[in-house]
């Protein structure tokens, strides 16, 4: 309530915790990566490391969006 409120008088401290703190507006995206993980790890690549899951995640979702892919995050 405060935040709602507050927001006119204190722009800055009513816009931190969405800087500090973000979260999903739904499920949705949440539910997507982890079908997108399944999809990965699939049968056939039941004995891959997390780590590559977690750059084929990164790369299948650089390419989805069609963005540069940051080398800082692999």
């Known amino acids: 309530v405060w935040w709602k409120e507050g927001a006119f008088q204190w722009p800055r401290l009513a816009a931190a915790p969405r800087d500090l703190l ?4 739904s499920e949705v995206d949440v539910e997507r990566l982890f079908s997108g993980c399944r999809d990965e790890y ?8 997390s780590e590559t899951v977690r750059v084929l995640t990164l790369l299948r979702g650089a390419y989805e969006s069609e963005d540069t892919v ?4 692999i």
């Not at 973000?22 to 507006?25: D, L």
């Open 70 to 73: 940051d080398t800082a995050l």
């Open 42 to 49: 699939g049968i056939r690549r039941y004995s891959l490391k």
């Open 22 to 25: 973000p979260f999903s507006a």
